[in-house]
């Protein structure tokens, strides 16, 4: 980028290509972990009402952030949409530019950025490095694709099909992957020529902060915008008339919300929401190694993942070998404080969550269900629970029938393929699912009729940025990544051209 210029009030000045010109040794200064603010207009702001997060593991304060009023959301959709016209006419190539060059400042704070997640969201260290990996990946791989312009020679007339940026955009993050799902919503809208806000969970809001405030040396005030706040601040983003876009990571039930919120004025919407992801084991597999493997997949994260195991679907013939082996790879899974050695389960994120996980316990001993290991939490400081599975519990328990987003998982038996599919499908979510088979023909053929967004074979919660991800049925509604997730931050427009005069 050519020398940097500011304005008399401080701004960073727009060049005629309409990006930033920010000062180079801005960009290699190193964020401060100690104050944190909104950024609206390309400003840090702080607000007269603050509060604070809490350390999961140590129930402990985090640092203080800011709570955004109806005003803060009024100023910021100004900014964002004063900034939209500029930004969508950046050349595409430009666009790229710019978030490759955010891609390598994040990649700079990886160090600051993972300890902090650790601190925030619990996730043990080693998962909080793998997540802000996995962010600047994406973001490379966002930054890698192309809008295609589609062109057809129809006689006197050329027939162009093009993708034009819908507007400004809001990205409403989960606690789970806060930093990961930032970034891969805010890098998909501003390649496209979207300005978008970004509002992190109250529960993590530190993180998306912070990423937010790193992208102000990349890009133009008003284009990338964070607010953090408390309950209200969701249904003033949704239902305010400036958005044309909504992008929201959550459960089902409060993505319903957002939908009708946003249905008031016809915003586009994607949908990611929750799972009931089943894993198929059929009797031809290697048991031991298998059973490894799904123990991970079920409680990784703490089970707080929408693609997590979170029904254990086992061929009679070998379920009880498998239960075993998989209660002994189980017990191998350290529970503890994410900077401990070895620890692979960190505590359940917030109290409210823990509350509701400790519910699915409780039914434990209401209902006599049958605890394969587990079953007892450790009590004491931290929102932690213990990692359990529970032997073949009633098909109609809530269990089985709903998503606790926590290590606690059912064992259930079927007795042939067809029955391992009818059982897969019988939820009204279709997030994830995978299917385990010696036979990989047979694995392909059971993968093609269960009902899921994404079916993995030998394997589960395989991602790639460059490929679309999205639910069916309850799971969601559009799809992130990809190409698919590109389009879904514009407008499809059809232009019929004349060749020749009237």
Excluded at 113 to 133: C, N, V, W, Y
Excluded at 155 to 163: L, N
Excluded at 314 to 323: G, S, Y
């Amino acid at each position: 980028m050519s020398p940097s210029a500011v304005t008399s009030d401080g701004h960073a000045a727009i060049g005629t290509n309409g990006l930033k010109k920010g000062h180079s040794e801005s960009k290699n200064t190193p964020l401060t972990w100690t104050t944190f603010s909104n950024v609206i207009d390309g400003k840090l702001e702080t607000t007269k009402e603050t509060r604070c997060g809490i350390n999961p593991a140590t129930e402990q304060n985090n640092p203080s952030v800011p709570v955004a009023s109806k005003e803060d959301v009024d100023r910021a959709m100004i900014a964002a949409q004063k900034a939209f016209k500029p930004w969508a006419a950046v050349p595409y190539a430009e666009r790229q530019k710019a978030v490759l060059e955010f891609a390598d400042a994040l990649e700079a704070e990886k160090e600051p950025f993972s300890k902090f997640l650790t601190q925030e969201q619990g996730k043990p260290i080693q998962f909080a490095r793998m997540e802000i990996d996995t962010a600047v990946a994406w973001m490379r791989a966002t930054a890698s694709l192309e809008l295609p312009v589609e062109k057809t020679d129809a006689g006197d007339k050329e027939i162009v099909v093009r993708y034009t940026p819908l507007g400004v955009a809001v990205g409403l993050v989960p606690w789970n992957f806060p930093i990961l799902l930032a970034a891969g919503k805010l890098a998909a809208a501003v390649v496209t020529g979207n300005p978008i806000i970004i509002k992190p969970s109250p529960f993590t809001p530190g993180g998306g902060l912070k990423l937010v405030e790193l992208a102000q040396r990349y890009f133009p005030p008003g284009v990338v915008q964070v607010l953090s706040g408390d309950d209200n601040l969701g249904i003033w983003l949704t239902a305010h008339p400036t958005p044309a876009k909504i992008s929201f990571t959550g459960s089902t039930a409060t993505g319903k919300k957002v939908m009708e919120s946003a249905s008031k004025t016809l915003k586009r919407v994607t949908l990611e929401l929750g799972g009931k992801d089943p894993a198929i084991i059929c009797d031809d597999v290697k048991i031991d190694d298998v059973a490894a493997k799904i123990a991970t997949f079920a409680f990784l994260n703490s089970g707080q993942i929408c693609l997590a195991v979170k029904r254990i679907l086992v061929h009679e013939k070998i379920i009880d070998e498998f239960r075993n082996a998989l209660v002994k790879h189980t017990k191998l899974l350290k529970l503890g404080e994410g900077n401990k050695e070895g620890v692979f389960l960190g505590p359940i994120q917030n109290s409210m969550q823990f509350e509701r996980v400790k519910g699915f316990f409780a039914d434990i001993e209401k209902e006599g269900m049958n605890v394969a290991v587990g079953g007892k939490n450790p009590g004491g400081k931290g929102y932690f629970i213990t990692p359990t599975i529970i032997d073949r519990p009633a098909e109609d328990s809530r269990l089985v029938i709903e998503e606790p987003f926590g290590p606690i998982v059912p064992l259930l038996s079927f007795a042939n393929d067809e029955e391992a599919i009818t059982k897969a499908n019988n939820t009204f979510y279709g997030l994830g699912a995978s299917v385990w088979s010696g036979d990989v023909d047979r694995a392909n053929r059971i993968a093609q009729q269960i009902e899921a967004g994404t079916v993995w074979v030998n394997t589960h919660f395989e991602m790639d940025p460059s490929i679309p991800f999205g639910g069916h049925k309850q799971s969601g509604i559009g799809n992130e990544q990809g190409m698919a997730g590109l389009k879904s931050y514009c407008n499809s427009q059809t232009l019929y051209l004349r060749k020749s005069n009237l």
